[in-house]
C-alpha cells in the first residue's frame, strides 16, 4: 500500500487529521494513486527511505511528509516522535507548531 496505515484514516471525514478544527464539515482531502497524477511510487518510497534516515540519524526527532499534487492527496509519510520524553510516535494526526515558514515555503 502506497500511503501505509494512512490510507485507511483519512477515508471519513471525521477520521482525517487534515480537516480544519475550526471547519468541522470540512470534506477530507480527495486521495489518488501516485502513477494516477504523473507521480512515481518508486521516488516516493525513496522519500520515506530519506525521512526515516534523518530521524534515525538523530538529525531530527520527526518528521511528516506530504505530498498533493492535482489537488489530491498522493503521499503521506511519517517517521520519529512527536515527543521524544514521552515516546508518543509522529503520526498523521500530531499537531505541529510552525513559526516561520517563509524560507521553506519560498526556496
Given at each position: 500500500?502506497?500511503?501505509?496505515?494512512?490510507?485507511?484514516?483519512?477515508?471519513?471525514?471525521?477520521?482525517?487529521?487534515?480537516?480544519?478544527?475550526?471547519?468541522?464539515?470540512?470534506?477530507?482531502?480527495?486521495?489518488?494513486?501516485?502513477?494516477?497524477?504523473?507521480?512515481?511510487?518508486?521516488?516516493?518510497?525513496?522519500?520515506?527511505?530519506?525521512?526515516?534516515?534523518?530521524?534515525?540519524?538523530?538529525?531530527?526527532?520527526?518528521?511528516?511528509?506530504?505530498?498533493?499534487?492535482?489537488?489530491?492527496?498522493?503521499?503521506?509519510?511519517?517517521?520519529?516522535?512527536?515527543?521524544?520524553?514521552?515516546?508518543e510516535p509522529m503520526n498523521?494526526?500530531?499537531?505541529?507548531?510552525f513559526y516561520s515558514m517563509?524560507?521553506?515555503?519560498?526556496?
Amino acid at each position: 500500500d502506497k500511503f501505509g496505515t494512512s490510507r485507511k484514516l483519512l477515508g471519513p471525514a471525521a477520521a482525517n487529521p487534515l480537516v480544519s478544527l475550526a471547519e468541522p464539515t470540512r470534506p477530507p482531502l480527495p486521495i489518488s494513486t501516485p502513477e494516477a497524477v504523473g507521480v512515481s511510487s518508486a521516488r516516493l518510497q525513496q522519500l520515506s527511505a530519506w525521512s526515516d534516515g534523518w530521524v534515525e540519524a538523530g538529525k531530527i526527532p520527526g518528521m511528516l511528509t506530504m505530498m498533493m499534487r492535482k489537488g489530491k492527496l498522493v503521499y503521506l509519510h511519517s517517521s520519529g516522535h512527536a515527543n521524544v520524553d514521552t515516546g508518543e510516535p509522529m503520526n498523521e494526526r500530531t499537531l505541529l507548531r510552525f513559526y516561520s515558514m517563509t524560507k521553506p515555503i519560498v526556496s
